[in-house]
């Protein structure tokens, strides 16, 4: 019986262990600096510290950390993939006031800078964003990956074998 309440003990505490450490992983992921153009000067930021308002600057290779509005940009082309399931890449084109606007000056939160460079007025921010509203949407509906109901499943027989020997 001892060994049953023991094997539950640290089942339940590796899976806590590792849950504390995903946690972790997916915080680091998300940290990054972006440029942004404040007091008239370009400034690194933490994407965490972006604000409605904000204009900032973006390169080839970049993901777009919030919702925004092209404002100027060389040959932008989005990767939008991750939000929208389209494979081909999007071409952007800059808003321009008082003119017939034929393009798409929408970037969204998560995609990628596939070519180009640009900059762009902050819209939306966090949890406002597309991509925020769908993971606040999907938190609801959060089952384990098969990877870790394949590792909860190893941790507890581990933890099982080593209390029967």
């Known amino acids: ?12 505490y590796n ?13 680091v992921r ?3 600096d972006v440029i942004v153009l404040r007091d008239g000067k370009d400034t690194s930021i933490s994407v965490h510290n972006l604000l409605v308002g904000d204009i900032f600057k973006f390169n080839a290779g970049d993901q777009i950390p919030c ?18 399931g389209e494979t081909q890449e999007i071409d952007k084109h800059p808003l321009v006031l008082n003119e017939q606007f034929n393009g798409n000056p929408f970037l969204i939160s998560g995609t990628l800078v596939k070519e180009g ?6 819209v ?20 384990l990956t098969p990877l870790q109901r394949k ?7 581990i933890a099982c074998l080593l209390f029967e020997v």
Request: aromatic share 4%; glycine share 8%; proline share 0%.
């Open 117 to 122: 460079t640009g900059t762009a007025v902050v």
């Open 30 to 32: 998300e940290e990054r």
């Open 67 to 84: 919702d925004c509005i092209l404002l100027t940009g060389n040959k932008v082309s989005i990767d939008e993939s991750s939000q929208t």
């Open 124 to 143: 939306c921010v966090g949890e406002r964003t597309k991509l925020g509203r769908t993971r606040e949407l999907m938190k609801d509906e959060e089952d």
């Open 1 to 12: 019986m001892l060994a049953i309440v023991l094997c539950v003990f640290i089942g339940s």
């Open 151 to 157: 590792l909860e499943s190893i941790a507890d027989g």
């Open 15 to 27: 899976n806590w262990s590792k849950e504390k450490q995903f946690q972790k992983l997916m915080a």
